[in-house]
């Protein structure tokens, strides 16, 4: 296995539709995924971008599809953040503070590991993104585990978001 970046596949990108898009219209975003970079050679986040222009008054939220899912060795998660220059122009957050995503919601027997990220604007102006712009980072650790874990957990991850709990 190898730790990268994908575009999750077309149906699933179908099947994420927003409320109130049509099904045409969203049909077309789906070329214009762009894969999660580095900007620079020492950068540890890697940039997620949106698929689509979006705007965010004060106050509101709103659960951003990236089209992205990101395959990843056992003992490695993805946590997501805003981006600095987006937390200091805005004063932007992740709904849940910090975005995880374990390795094993790549693929899972009931979802393929779509990201999403729920955004919330704090601040006092309204923050525009405009398509392909970079909002959110994602970087990628190692964890260790207990010594006396013992690997009996008998569940196997199906499905998306909370879907452990």
Do not use: C
């Amino acid at each position: 296995m190898a730790t990268k970046f994908h575009k999750i596949s077309e149906y699933q990108w179908m099947k994420a539709i927003p409320e109130g898009v049509s099904g045409f219209i969203w049909e077309e975003t789906y070329d214009d995924i762009i894969i999660p970079k580095r900007k620079t050679r020492h950068s540890s986040g890697y940039d997620f971008h949106a698929p689509y222009a979006f705007a965010l008054e004060p106050g509101e939220v709103m659960l951003v599809e990236t089209g992205i899912k990101i395959e990843l060795e056992p003992n490695q998660e993805l946590l997501l953040f805003p981006r600095s220059s987006s937390g200091f122009k805005y004063f932007l957050r992740l709904a849940n503070t910090i975005g995880k995503v374990d390795s094993d919601y790549f693929n899972n027997s009931d979802n393929e590991g779509h990201i999403f990220i729920k955004i919330r604007n704090e601040g006092n102006k309204t923050m525009e993104i405009d398509k392909g712009q970079a909002f959110a980072q994602g970087t990628i650790y190692e964890y260790q585990i207990t010594d006396d874990d013992s690997f009996d957990y008998g569940d196997i991850r199906k499905g998306g978001i909370g879907s452990t709990d």
